[in-house]
DNA sequence: AATTGACACGAACATCTGTTCGCACGTATA
DNA sequence: TATACGTGCGAACAGATGTTCGTGTCAATT
């Protein structure tokens, strides 16, 4: 069970590697014969066989392209790659996601499901513009990752764009008795308290990462 | 453009993704068609053309389980798996590398390029316990992420060790005379100065992140 | 009422693709 | 030398799969 691959075995895993990698799914056996000068489909056959028991790949009888890397799946299914639509700045509102064109050009970031959380739907983020969230320990330059909603439950931070003030934050929610308390991240620090017409959910946080180029 | 999918664009789409999330590769239209329990293959194609068209797959001719998903292929051979390999503390010194296993119970996350910057080797991240870093921006639990390198740049943001006052602790590195001054993030406070000899480098801060659970 | 456009249907077609089989070649073993 | 075994070859088969086309439905528009 310990032997060796073979040259030829070799050659097929790394091509099916780098093909996965480069198209989303698996070659064909006719991919492979073709790419790797194989005289027959046979022997492509015969070598994915031995890849299988020696348990390098998973294949799927009678089906195209059913060869699957084992080992490979946990890594590449749940990254998620986030667009950072724009910026976030004491005085000016959120871009609202309907207006922004996310296209090839999108800066964008890929985060793993450990930082995110299970639902991935809905998430954008913003490149911190000033030094105004520094009291949630969020510094000028920190990208901050979002999802957009318009609800919460209380205790979460959020992003709230402010009416009257024009200006948009990120503390913790609280809805109490006809009023919504607005929490730094800092305990030090004293809540802001508002009207529930003040307040728009912009979204909720989800994580915070800080880049040091 | 901003037209929205109808219903049965939106299923076949989340069935591609979780389609793919769980066999590692795209379905077949049949596999779709039958499924979703659609009569023909032909509005299958069509629907699949609809889902091209404004940019959600990407589709290619004449081949099997030709079907990518837009945003997601990128996805790929660039993430890294980074383990965490234990906490940092003022109060206590940072893992040796050598004797920490990483095994497949080890925490992991995995990041993208754009977070790690180019050079992807001797990664490891540490979470934070204490308050001990808040002047840099830094609180307890969050996630630090370190490249092991035992010397660094000056301004460059490191990991020291020091070894009298047995510390560890996270500043902006700087060699100026014949002393060591580590200046804290935080520019309202004051810098350390040290002996070299009493400074050891741990690894250089490449990026921290807060999970907001 | 007529027209148009989006969407759906079912069947047929042409490849694409996995599988199978008989045969051959070399090396190690008996 | 004979045998077994791992590996390679080429061809053929059968089913899987993407594509196309004529037709139909329905709601909105003219």
Redesign the interface.
């Known amino acids: 069970m310990a032997k060796k691959l073979s040259k030829r075995q070799e050659a097929m895993l790394s091509y099916v590697e780098s093909f996965?990698?480069q198209?989303?799914?698996?070659p064909?056996i006719r991919d492979i014969q073709r790419d790797l000068e194989i005289s027959s489909t046979s022997v492509v056959d015969y070598n994915l066989n031995a890849l299988e028991q020696r348990n390098f790949i998973r294949r799927?009888r009678n089906i195209?392209?059913?060869?699957?890397?084992v080992g490979?799946?946990p890594?590449?299914?749940?990254?998620?790659?986030i667009p950072i639509v724009g910026q976030i700045a004491a005085g000016e509102p959120i871009p609202v996601l309907?207006d922004v064109t996310v296209d090839e050009n999108t800066?964008?970031?890929?985060?793993?499901?450990?930082?995110l959380?299970s639902r991935r739907e809905d998430l954008f983020g913003l490149r911190v513009r000033g030094m105004s969230m520094?009291d949630a320990?969020?510094?000028d330059g920190d990208i901050v990752v979002l999802r957009h909603q318009e609800t919460c439950e209380n205790g979460e931070?959020v992003a709230v764009w402010l009416r009257d003030e024009k200006e948009t934050t990120l503390k913790k929610f609280y809805f109490e008795d006809d009023r919504v308390r607005l929490q730094p991240a800092n305990s030090q620090m004293d809540p802001i308290f508002c009207e529930p017409e003040n307040v728009e959910i912009q979204g909720?946080?989800?994580?915070?990462?800080?880049?040091?180029?």
Chains 1, 2 share one sequence.
């Open positions: 996965i990698d198209h989303s799914y698996p064909t799927n195209s392209r059913g060869i699957e890397l490979r799946e890594v590449s299914s749940n990254i998620v790659r309907e800066e964008t970031i890929e985060l793993g499901p450990e930082v959380g520094i320990l969020i510094n931070t909720k946080l989800v994580t915070v990462f800080r880049p040091y180029a």
